[in-house]
C-alpha cells in the first residue's frame, strides 16, 4: 500500500475569503492498497458471494502420470462454471473442461512428491424469471459472483525403479536413462517383453536351460548367431537391457554359463 494527497497554491479569489490567500494547501491522505498475487494464480471474476461453493479434491497419480480430476461446486442462485485459480507447481494441468469441471493433470517434476492447486465456481446473476427474482433478492441482478476457492491435494508416487543402481547414482536402473553413465538408454516396455518371453521359454523348457555353446549356430535366414560375450561386446546397450529382463523374470543372470545365456539370447532376441 502506499498513500497520496494533492497540494496547490491558495491564489484564487476564494482563498482570500478564507484568509489563505498565498497559502500551499493540501488535502486528505488517500490510500492506494495493492493486493499482490503468488505466480501461477488468477483472480476468479466478479465479486465473492457463499452461496456458491466448490469443494476440497483429493487425488494420487504416479510421477509422469496424469490424473483425471472431476471438480465439484454447488449453488441454488445461479448457473456457473469452473475457474482455476492457482496453477500447480510440479505438474501441469493439461486439459481442462471449465463447463463440467473435469481437469486431466500431469505430474512434470522429478522426486516431487506432492502438489496442489486451487478452483472456485463462478457466473452470472441472471437469466429466466426465477433466476432474475433471486438475484434481485440477494442485490446483484446482472452481476458476476463466484465462491469459496477449494483446493485439490496431489499425491505423487514415484515409479518402481527396480532394487538394482548399476552406476551408483540414487536412480534404480529401470528409471535410469544411462544406467551405465556413457549415455545409453533403457526401456522398460523393452525389459518387460523380453522378461515374459524368457518365463514362457523356461515353462516350455520345464525350468532347465541348455547349456550348448551356440556360437555359429545357423538360424535358417542367412544369419549366425553369436556366442553371448561377443553379442553383449557389440550390442552393450542391449545386452543391458537382457540382463535386466533375467532380473525382472526372477533368473540369477550371473549364475548362468555363457551357453545358458546365449540360449536365452537366441529365444529372446534371435528368434521370434
Known amino acids: ?9 491558495c491564489d484564487v479569489s476564494a482563498c482570500n475569503s478564507i484568509g489563505l490567500l498565498g497559502e500551499t494547501l493540501h488535502g486528505n491522505e488517500a490510500t492506494i492498497t495493492i493486493t499482490i498475487y503468488p505466480p501461477g494464480y488468477n483472480p476468479p471474476p466478479g465479486e465473492f458471494y457463499p452461496t ?4 476440497d479434491k483429493q487425488v494420487a497419480t504416479d510421477e509422469n502420470g496424469e490424473a483425471q480430476i472431476q471438480l465439484q461446486g454447488s449453488t441454488s442462485t445461479i448457473d456457473f462454471e469452473y475457474f482455476i485459480t492457482l496453477d500447480p507447481v510440479n505438474g501441469t494441468i493439461t486439459s481442462f473442461d471449465p463447463v463440467t469441471g473435469k481437469v486431466n493433470y500431469t505430474a512434470t517434476v522429478p522426486g516431487a512428491t506432492s502438489d496442489m492447486f486451487t478452483y472456485t465456481i463462478y457466473g452470472e446473476c441472471e437469466g429466466d424469471l426465477e433466476d432474475n427474482l433471486a438475484c434481485l433478492f440477494i442485490g446483484h441482478l446482472g452481476d458476476t459472483l463466484h465462491g469459496n476457492e477449494a483446493t485439490v491435494t496431489i499425491t505423487i508416487t514415484a515409479p518402481y525403479c527396480g532394487e538394482f543402481d548399476s552406476d551408483n547414482d540414487g536412480i ?3 528409471c ?13 516396455q523393452l525389459i518387460d517383453e523380453y522378461a515374459n518371453k524368457i ?19 545357423d538360424l535358417g535366414n542367412g544369419n ?4 553371448y560375450q561377443t553379442f553383449a561386446d557389440l550390442n ?16 540369477d543372470f550371473d549364475s548362468l554359463t555363457d551357453g545358458q545365456k546365449a540360449w536365452l539370447y537366441l529365444y529372446v532376441i534371435a528368434l521370434p
Do not use: R
Open 52 to 55: 456458491l461453493q466448490a469443494f
Open 199 to 217: 518365463l514362457e521359454k523356461l515353462l516350455e523348457l520345464n525350468g532347465v536351460i541348455p547349456d550348448d555353446n551356440l556360437s555359429g549356430y
Open 236 to 251: 552393450p546397450h542391449i545386452s543391458q537391457t537382457l540382463t535386466w529382463a533375467f532380473l525382472v523374470a526372477g533368473i
Open 224 to 227: 549366425v548367431i553369436q556366442d
Open 172 to 174: 534404480g536402473n529401470l
Open 1 to 9: 500500500m502506499f498513500t497520496y494527497t494533492i497540494v496547490g497554491e
Open 176 to 188: 535410469d536413462e544411462t544406467p551405465n553413465g556413457d549415455g545409453g538408454s533403457v526401456s522398460t
